[in-house]
């Protein structure tokens, strides 16, 4: 197991060592960053310690309570190491951080890709009473976790559906049942390569699945009657299809959402991540990448 405190202090050690003490001793700063980085690399690696123990002990989910997050969740704590990031609240800071800078109260806000809930929860309480989270999940195993996790927070703002937002020509995908990852059924509306994943699906029964029905945004707001202020994304790569199905509403509907999603580079063929830059420039938008994730802004139309 890789340890990312081991590279960082070999990092340190590398190079002119006399010369980057000397640093430190002018620049007491740095020193109190090396110690951040140090106590940040050394809880990474503990967590990642406590994934493999409940993975190779196969450890039943439970209610956890997520101190650092200030909620209750129901985690599956076998399932590896961002569900047990998830359980000390370290899973995604950066995300956290974004949607409280842009999440107001009154918000409507979509969420492709609701997962086990956690950024659900945060969503709603940003929103408030006068506002409405969306939080699509189509994978039947995670949708029953965030369900789960929704009541346990009390949140009556929330409407959890079980469906796929895909291209208007799908009507249905399917999951496998045995698997513990969506990859099946998002090979599905995708096309891309997961053999990447094929590890997390091993010996997984293609026999056994579960149909989803899907929908389009734009058919889902409609249906709805609603529009949206954010639409946050983390789909696996499915985000293409979306966007393509919303272009007419980013670039001139009469309330462009901002959008805040996560970027999939290694599922993508070549150029499309740079394809994604230029979508949202020809739609006036302004972005700025945020760790894995991209942050698109509308800009004012002339």
Not at 23 to 42: E, N, Q, S, T, Y
Not at 136 to 143: A, G, H, I, L
């Amino acid at each position: 197991m890789k340890s990312n405190i081991s590279r960082s202090l070999r990092s340190m050690g590398a190079g002119h060592l006399i010369r980057k003490i000397l640093r430190r001793l002018v620049d007491p700063g740095l020193v109190a960053k090396d110690v951040r980085r140090l106590v940040i690399d050394l809880r990474t690696d503990l967590i990642r310690l406590y994934a493999a123990y409940h993975q190779q002990r196969k450890t039943p989910g439970r209610v956890f309570r997520i101190r650092r997050r200030d909620c209750r969740m129901w985690l599956p704590i076998s399932y590896g190491e961002t569900v047990a990031q998830r359980r000390f609240g370290t899973f995604e800071p950066w995300t956290f951080d974004t949607l409280d800078r842009i999440v107001r109260p009154g918000f409507v806000v979509v969420e492709l890709g609701a997962c086990y809930g956690a950024f659900t929860i945060h969503l709603s309480r940003l929103v408030g009473p006068t506002g409405r989270v969306y939080g699509f999940e189509p994978f039947p195993k995670y949708f029953e976790i965030a369900e789960r996790n929704v009541a346990l927070n009390a949140l009556a703002n929330v409407r959890l559906l079980n469906q796929a937002v895909a291209s208007p020509s799908m009507t249905s995908v399917d999951f496998s049942a045995e698997s513990i990852t969506p990859y099946s059924g998002v090979q599905q509306m995708t096309g891309f390569d997961y053999s990447v994943r094929s590890e997390d699906i091993k010996g997984v029964n293609d026999h056994s699945r579960v149909t989803v029905r899907c929908v389009s945004l734009l058919e889902f707001l409609h249906n709805a009657q609603c529009a949206m202020d954010l639409l946050v994304m983390d789909i696996e790569g499915c985000e293409i299809e979306v966007l393509k199905n919303i272009r007419s509403l980013l670039c001139g509907g009469p309330k462009r959402p901002v959008v805040f999603f996560e970027l999939h580079p290694g599922f993508y063929p070549s150029g499309t991540e740079a394809s994604l830059y230029r979508f949202f420039e020809e739609c006036g938008y302004a972005t700025e990448r945020i760790s894995s994730h991209l942050l698109c802004t509308p800009q004012p139309q002339p």
